[in-house]
Nanobody, 115 residues
Framework: QVQLQESGPGLVKPSQTLSLTCTVS??????????WSWIRQPPGKGLEWMGA???????YYSPSLKSRTSISRDTSKNQFTLQLMSVTPEDTAVYYC???????WGKGTLVTISS
């Protein structure tokens, strides 16, 4: 059974970089045709897709976040990572790592942007 687990700080100061790691167990992030996403949900709002890294290592980003977002991976650890730069309080959200196509989701982690 594939499981995803987000990890990272729960509090980040404005203007700093938010970094989260997703550890995948029970399956490989290099499995053909799989795309591994970061998705967030601000308080009281809907889900927002931020970007993804493909099984090939290609990356895709939401146009609205592309200038501030970077997704990378470490295949030796079966992990992929989100970096969101120059954060503001509006980036406060529950952040999920997921493979929506096959309905694999982490439990989510709340990241608060505050000084």
């Amino acid at each position: 059974q594939v499981q995803l687990q987000e990890s990272g700080p729960g509090l980040v100061k404005p203007s700093q970089t938010l970094s989260l790691t997703c550890t995948v167990s029970g399956g490989s992030i290099t499995t053909s045709s799989y795309y591994w996403s970061w998705i967030r949900q601000p308080p009281g709002k809907g889900l927002e897709w931020m970007g993804a890294i493909a099984y090939s290592g290609n990356t895709y980003y939401s146009p609205s976040l592309k200038s501030r977002t970077s997704i990378s991976r470490d295949t030796s650890k079966n992990q992929f990572t989100l970096q969101l730069m120059s954060v503001t309080p509006e980036d406060t959200a529950v952040y999920y790592c997921a493979n929506p196509r096959v309905d694999y989701w982490g439990k989510g982690t709340l990241v608060t942007i505050s000084s």
